[in-house]
């Protein structure tokens, strides 16, 4: 986990322990996460996280509910592979999970392709996804993955210059779209490696979005004859920003 990640998930616990987030929520965390960064004077640290720790789930935020939820690191797995096919673009497997109590009604609202479903509500309609210099900020995302699936997802139309997938977060909050890829597989734990349990592993990635828009994804399973499409909002969907 970076320091980027830890203060996004701290700053989410402070904004719904008692309450809805914010509209501002996003702005508010990178702002403390920059504040942070002026009194660093120093580099280099390795933080490696073996316990089990007690922080807010960013799925939590994102569905707009009071929750603090139990975030656990990773059980070593080895994560269902593509069958047929070889992986292709950015890989999410068992590394990316993570545990968030969601809550019952996870479901409602979210974006539902074959397997996976996609949660990226809770940023602000007037977010700015460009930084101050023209680079991009992480929008945080979770996918939750029907255990043993595989999910092979890949852009669509125009929206190929302006979405990517991100490997990690990094300690800057800056990227280009060099940084991700226009395309993800997405595979599963198995059922007794997965921390979410009920069927469902849960994955906790960042994406880059160059500006307020809507984004089309094209979902294909082992088992799948179409791509089944998945449209994602972000900001104001339909306008340019």
């Not at 970076?2 to 989410?12: G, Y």
């Not at 593509?82 to 950015?90: I, L, N």
Request: with cysteine; hydrophobic share 35%; glycine share 12%.
């Amino acid at each position: 986990m970076t320091d980027f990640e830890e203060r996004l998930r701290t700053a989410m616990k402070v904004s719904v322990a008692d309450q809805q987030p914010p509209g501002n929520l996003a702005e508010k965390v990178r702002g403390r996460h920059r504040r942070h960064l002026a009194r660093v004077t120093f580099a280099g640290i390795a933080v490696v996280v073996a316990t089990v720790v007690v922080i807010p789930s960013a799925g939590a935020a994102l569905l707009g509910g009071g929750r603090v939820a139990r975030i656990v690191s990773p059980a070593p797995d080895a994560p269902a592979r593509p069958t047929g096919a070889s992986p292709h673009g950015q890989y999410y497997g068992c590394s990316s999970q993570t545990y968030g109590n969601l809550g019952p009604q996870w479901r409602r609202g979210n974006t539902q392709a074959g397997p996976m479903w996609i949660i990226n509500r809770g940023i602000a309609p007037n977010f700015s996804f460009h930084n101050p210099d023209g680079t991009l900020k992480a929008v945080p995302i979770i996918v939750m993955l029907r255990d043993n699936s595989t999910a092979w997802v890949q852009l669509a139309g125009a929206g190929q210059g302006y979405f990517r997938f991100l490997p990690r977060f990094n300690g800057t909050d800056r990227y280009t779209l060099h940084d991700g890829k226009v395309s993800a597989t997405f595979a599963s734990c198995s059922d007794r490696n997965s921390m979410y349990g009920n069927g469902f592993t849960e994955l906790y990635l960042g994406v880059i979005v160059a500006g307020s828009r809507c984004i089309t994804l094209e979902v294909r399973t082992p088992g799948s004859k179409q791509p089944i499409p998945a449209t994602l909002a972000f900001g104001k969907c339909g306008t340019s920003k």
